[in-house]
Every structure is written in structure tokens, then in C-alpha cells.
T-cell receptor, first 115, second 116 residues
Framework: AQKVTQAQTEISVVEKEDVTLDCVYE???????LFWYKQPPSGELVFLIRRNSFDEQNEISGRYSWNFQKSTSSFNFTITASQVVDSAVYFC????????????FGSGTQLTVLP | SAVISQKPSRDICQRGTSLTIQCQVD?????MFWYRQQPGQSLTLIATANQGSEATYESGFVIDKFPISRPNLTFSTLTVSNMSPEDSSIYLC?????????????FGPGTRLLVL
């Protein structure tokens, strides 16, 4: 069975600090997707990134970067120079069998960026 | 991606009543889903809304409690029936889109439901 663990329940940083959100996953499948979503206080779930299991390249998008390591079954998310607007709950998710139809979500990490 | 809207955005309801939530997408999509997010919790899939046939429910969710309609490829409704305070949650719809090499679920803005 698939499982996603986000061990950090809450993280608090001061603006401009870097912060890394951890995500560890379990799957028996060799073909799977990993996702990160952001949920601001408004409640909407915003898609940030999808990573395919066969693509271990790290990715950078502005202040966001993702580190995918199959050897440790981790897909960590780093925000550089954090801003107050980054305050949100961040969810990591996994889907198997080469399809995004069945998403298994982690429990989420509440990130608070203080001014 | 797609533009997804939900109505209502929030509501306060009395126990024993029912509420129907609408989800509208700006393009035709094959697969739509309904999720529940209880306070402080992660997302749980309620069901897959199938166009032209009955929804496919996940374990722990039943049609009598959460009837779903999917009359066409751009619209779906979820009804929360005979509500109790335990139904207070955010309800989100999502759609499955192919993008590049693979698929992604995109979510609507959610409906915040409070049952008194």
C-alpha cells in the first residue's frame, strides 16, 4: 500500500529564511507520481509540481526547489528567502500505476512565515 | 490547467438538512473527483464522479449520504445529506488533466461547510 509521511506538522520561520519541507513516501510500484500542493488560508489547493518516478532531476522554479531522491524515497521541498505570502499548509501526495487518479496525501505541514 | 469553480464557497447549515455543492470546469474533462477535508486534517477522496453512470465511492462513503451527479463533462454536484456536525469540512472537487508526460489533479476553491 502507498503511504506519504510529512513528519513536520508545523514549521515557523522568519521572513527571508530558507525552509525545507520533508516528504517521505512508500510504494511498491516502479511507476508513480509525486506532487506538492499549497493550501493557503483561503482553502484552495494549488498545484505546485509533479515529478515522475523515472525523472530524478531536481527542479527549481523561482524561490522554490525540489529534491527527489529515490534512494531515500524522499521528495523534499525548499523555499528560499521565504515570504509572508508563503504561509500555508503544504501537502505532498503520491499516485501509483502511472496515473494521478488515486492520490494519497500526506498529513500536511503548516508553514508560518513571520515578518 | 483548468478554471474550476465551486458554489457555494461557504455555508452554515442546520443538522438534518442537505446541501448540494456544484463544481463547474471551463473545459470538458473525463474524470472529476470529490474530496473531504475535515478540520486540521488531510484530504480524503469521497468518490469519482463518472459521466453517464453512477459515481464510484471510496470505502467509508455511501451514495445515500453523498449522492453525486455528473450530467456532462464540465459539471458535477455533490450532496451532503442529513447533515450532522461531523460533516463540517471543506469539500473540494478536482479534475484530472494530462499535462506533458503524465497526469495531474487540479482542485477547485473548495466549499467550507459548517453544520450546527
Amino acid at each position: 500500500a502507498q503511504k506519504v509521511t510529512q513528519a513536520q506538522t508545523e514549521i515557523s520561520v522568519v521572513e527571508k529564511e530558507d525552509v525545507t519541507l520533508d516528504c517521505v513516501y512508500e510504494t511498491r510500484d516502479t511507476t508513480y507520481y509525486l506532487f506538492w500542493y499549497k493550501q493557503p488560508p483561503s482553502g484552495e489547493l494549488v498545484f505546485l509540481i509533479r515529478r515522475n518516478s523515472f525523472d530524478e532531476q531536481n527542479e527549481i522554479s523561482g524561490r522554490y526547489s525540489w529534491n527527489f531522491q529515490k534512494s531515500t524515497s524522499s521528495f523534499n521541498f525548499t523555499i528560499t528567502a521565504s515570504q509572508v505570502v508563503d504561509s500555508a499548509v503544504y501537502f505532498c501526495a503520491l499516485s501509483e500505476a502511472g496515473s494521478a487518479r488515486q492520490l494519497t496525501f500526506g498529513s500536511g505541514t503548516q508553514l508560518t512565515v513571520l515578518p | 490547467s483548468a478554471v474550476i469553480s465551486q458554489k457555494p464557497s461557504r455555508d452554515i447549515c442546520q443538522r438534518g438538512t442537505s446541501l448540494t455543492i456544484q463544481c463547474q470546469v471551463d473545459s470538458q474533462v473525463t474524470m472529476m473527483f470529490w474530496y473531504r477535508q475535515q478540520p486540521g486534517q488531510s484530504l480524503t477522496l469521497i468518490a469519482t464522479a463518472n459521466q453517464g453512470s453512477e459515481a464510484t465511492y471510496e470505502s467509508g462513503f455511501v451514495i445515500d449520504k453523498f449522492p453525486i451527479s455528473r450530467p456532462n463533462l464540465t459539471f458535477s454536484t455533490l450532496t451532503v445529506s442529513n447533515m450532522s456536525p461531523e460533516d463540517s469540512s471543506i469539500y473540494l472537487c478536482s479534475v484530472l488533466l494530462s499535462a506533458g508526460v503524465g497526469e495531474t489533479q487540479y482542485f477547485g476553491p473548495g466549499t467550507r461547510l459548517l453544520v450546527l
